[in-house]
T-cell receptor, first 115, second 118 residues
């Protein structure tokens, strides 16, 4: 299994500002993912972050809005840039253990409110 | 494009009932299917994972089945308790043979909101 922590757990931000969310895993993993969950909705994948390469973004998400860093095999950051109220969501990181179970594990999420 | 649907959207039952949550998916080229639980405002807890070659998995009062050819999975909860109240999400992972960079990406259903009242 994998234990994942995220910082901050929640934040309230002003329109036009940026917030960087950190994701830390207790073991080395190859693939990390960032998801968004808008109020009352299910999870949507933003991007896949692999160490040593550029993140791969899903349709509808762009690097300028959601820059991602992956400096090593246990850590990643997601920045939500130039925020608007529509960015109010829970942001979750997850990891792929790629082991026997192939289970994906999720962090506790970061609840973002943009005023 | 994979689409995942969960029925019902919400379910309210008295304590002690056995219940079934349904999940269907449109593309049978999956690697595995995972059931998650999400408490309000929280992250996801993995409940069960079924590989595409498996028919079912059990953990305690939970049993998940998979019929890959028909694109369906069910989550059976026996003797429900108030502590089972949460949103239950199913998610499918594409087969590596699907190609591209989609391997690892989970496609989620909208979830079933379960309320078990005393």
């Amino acid at each position: 299994s994998a234990v994942i922590s995220q910082k901050p757990s929640r934040d309230i931000c002003q329109r036009g500002t940026s917030l960087t969310i950190q994701c830390q895993v207790d073991s080395q993993v190859t693939m990390m993912f960032w998801y968004r969950q808008q109020p009352g909705q299910s999870l949507t994948l933003i991007a896949t972050a692999n160490q040593g390469s550029e993140a791969t973004y899903e349709s509808g998400f762009v690097i300028d809005k959601f820059p991602i860093s992956r400096p090593n095999l246990t850590f990643s950051t997601l920045t939500v840039s130039n925020m608007s109220p529509e960015d109010s969501s829970i942001y979750l990181c997850s990891v792929d253990t790629s082991g026997v179970a192939d289970t994906q594990y999720f962090g506790p999420g970061t609840r973002l409110t943009v005023l | 494009k994979q689409e995942v649907t969960q029925i019902p959207a919400a379910l309210s039952v008295p304590e002690g009932e056995n219940l079934v949550l349904n999940c269907s998916f449109t593309d049978s080229a999956i690697y595995n299917l995972q059931w998650f639980r999400q408490d309000p405002g929280k992250g996801l807890t993995s409940l069960l994972l079924i590989q595409s070659s498996q028919r079912e998995q059990t953990s305690g009062r939970l049993n998940a089945s998979l019929d890959k050819s028909s694109g369906r999975s069910t989550l059976y909860i026996a003797a429900s308790q108030p502590g089972d109240s949460a949103t239950y999400l199913c998610a499918v992972r594409p087969s590596p043979n699907a190609g591209g960079t989609s391997y690892g990406k989970l496609t989620f259903g909208q979830g079933t909101i379960l309320t078990v009242h005393p």
